[in-house]
C-alpha cells in the first residue's frame, strides 16, 4: 500500500464547478504539501500545510492530523486550472517529501 | 529571474554515455533537493543537501549516480553509464531553512532521453 493515496486519479468538470481533491497517508508527518503540475513538467508549490486550513484566492486546503486526511478545493474551478494536482508529505524523521500518484483535473469550458 | 533554474532542460543520449545536469537554486536558499520523475508518476526522491553536505540520499540513486554540491550554492548531478530505465525527468527543487517544514521551490526539471 503506498504511503500517500490520492483520489480520484482523474477528473473531468465543467467550468464553474467546485472541485475536491483528497489525499490520505499513513506515516507520522511533520508537514503536507499540495502541489501543481502543468503540462511540461513545472512544478508549483501551492500549500504547505501542518494544521488546520488555508486559502489562496480560490484555492483552499484543509487537513486534518487525527484522521490523517487533507483535502485541496478549487471554487468557481476554470480551464486555466487544468493540471495534476500532488500532495506530498513531509516524515517527522527526515527532510524527504513522499509523493502521491497525483490528480489529473481537466476543466471544461 | 531569481527562480530555481536547471540546465538543459532536454538531453538525449545514447545507451551507455555519461550526462551531467546541473542546478541553480535560489541564491539564499541552503537546501536543495533531486528528484526523477518518469511518466504518469510522481516524483521521486532522490537526494538531498544542506549547504554542501549530503545528508540524505535514495535507495534509488544506485552507484552511477553521484550528485555534488561543491559551495553549497549549484548542484551536479551525474549519471554515468545511462540506461533506457534512466529516460525521466530530474527535478531540482531548494529551500531555505526553516525546521521540518520548508516549502521547496522548484526548477523546470532536465528532461533525459536514453535511446
Known amino acids: 500500500k503506498n504511503e500517500v493515496e490520492q483520489s480520484p486519479q482523474n477528473l473531468t468538470a465543467q467550468e464553474g464547478e467546485f472541485i475536491t481533491i483528497n489525499c490520505s497517508y499513513s506515516v507520522g508527518i511533520s508537514a503536507l504539501h499540495w502541489l501543481q503540475q502543468h503540462p511540461g513538467g513545472g512544478i508549483v508549490s501551492l500549500f504547505m500545510l501542518s494544521s488546520g486550513k488555508k486559502k489562496h484566492g480560490r484555492l483552499i486546503a484543509t487537513i486534518n492530523i487525527q484522521e490523517k486526511h487533507s483535502s485541496l478545493h478549487i471554487t468557481a474551478s476554470h480551464p486555466r486550472d487544468s493540471a495534476v494536482y500532488i500532495c506530498?508529505?513531509?516524515?517527522?524523521?527526515?527532510?524527504?517529501?513522499?509523493w502521491g500518484a497525483g490528480t489529473k483535473l481537466i476543466i471544461k469550458p | 529571474d531569481t527562480g530555481v533554474s536547471q540546465d538543459p532542460r532536454h538531453k538525449i543520449t545514447k545507451r551507455g554515455q555519461n550526462v551531467t545536469f546541473r542546478c541553480d537554486p535560489i541564491?539564499?536558499?541552503?537546501?536543495l533537493y533531486w528528484y526523477r520523475q518518469t511518466l504518469g508518476q510522481g516524483p521521486e526522491f532522490l537526494t538531498y543537501f544542506q549547504n554542501e553536505a549530503q545528508l540524505e540520499k535514495s535507495r534509488l540513486l544506485s552507484n552511477r549516480f553521484s550528485a555534488e554540491r561543491p559551495k553549497g550554492s549549484f548542484s551536479t548531478l551525474e549519471i554515468q553509464r545511462t540506461e533506457q530505465g534512466d529516460s525521466a525527468m530530474y527535478l531540482c527543487?531548494?529551500?531555505?531553512?526553516?525546521?521540518?517544514?520548508?516549502?521547496?521551490?522548484f526548477g523546470p526539471g532536465t528532461r533525459l532521453t536514453v535511446l
Open positions: 527543487a531548494s529551500s531555505s531553512t526553516g525546521g521540518y517544514t520548508d516549502t521547496q521551490y
Open positions: 541564491s539564499e536558499h541552503n537546501r
Open positions: 506530498a508529505v513531509r516524515r517527522y524523521s527526515n527532510y524527504q517529501l513522499i
